[in-house]
């Protein structure tokens, strides 16, 4: 079709057919570097496919990732948690423990002290009871040694008296005579 076209503005048959094929080749070489250049729509469509499909695996392998994570880190919390746990119970029991241990000690020590009160009760009881015992004797010693020494009194007063009688007698006997 080209070639009438040229063969109408003056060239010979010859010229314009290869002017034609000249301008088909260059046409087609010009179609392959563009089609070189530019990607089609189909394989633009089953790269952006491709693209896509790989980036959901990237994104279902990210979340994969961080689940994976994530469960790591909750299951070491929990384990930490459990952990904590046991070393406050454990706290807890040795506390419990020393305060038993402690209230032992000061029950025995209370008890002790009772005892050793009471020990001495007793004695200052005992001592009293001596006191007073030796107190009584003493008193009943003095009471003795009072009435002994009223009775010497009177018995030397009467010795006296009968002396003294005889001798009035004697004296008045003697006048009298």
């Known amino acids: 079709m080209q070639t009438k076209s040229f063969e109408r503005s003056g060239l010979p048959r010859d010229a314009a057919e290869q002017l034609?094929?000249?301008?088909?080749?260059?046409?087609?070489?010009?179609?392959l570097k563009m089609e070189e250049a530019?990607?089609?729509?189909?394989?633009?469509?089953?790269?952006?496919?491709e693209q896509a499909s790989t980036i959901q695996g990237f994104k279902n392998e990210m979340q994969?990732?961080?689940d994976m994570h994530q469960a790591n880190?909750?299951?070491d919390i929990e384990r930490q948690q459990?952990?904590?746990?046991?070393?406050?119970?454990e706290v807890r029991h040795e506390i419990d423990k020393l305060n038993a241990s402690q209230r032992l000690d000061l029950n025995l020590e209370k008890g002790r002290m009772r005892d050793d009160l009471?020990?001495?009760?007793?004695?200052?009881?005992?001592?009293?009871?001596?006191?007073?015992?030796?107190?009584?004797?003493?008193k009943s010693s003095v009471e003795k040694a009072k009435n002994d020494?009223?009775?010497s009194v009177i018995t030397i007063l009467g010795?006296?008296?009968a002396i003294a009688f005889t001798i009035s007698r004697f004296v008045q006997m003697g006048a009298g005579g």
């Open 20 to 31: 034609a094929q000249k301008i088909a080749a260059l046409i087609i070489q010009n179609k």
């Open 38 to 49: 530019f990607v089609k729509q189909v394989v633009l469509e089953k790269t952006i496919l």
């Open 82 to 89: 459990s952990y904590l746990d046991k070393m406050k119970a």
């Open 159 to 161: 010795t006296f008296s």
């Open 73 to 75: 880190v909750n299951k």
């Open 64 to 66: 994969k990732a961080q």
């Open 118 to 138: 009471q020990g001495i009760r007793d004695k200052t009881t005992e001592l009293q009871i001596k006191v007073d015992r030796d107190i009584n004797e003493l």
């Open 149 to 151: 020494t009223i009775k």
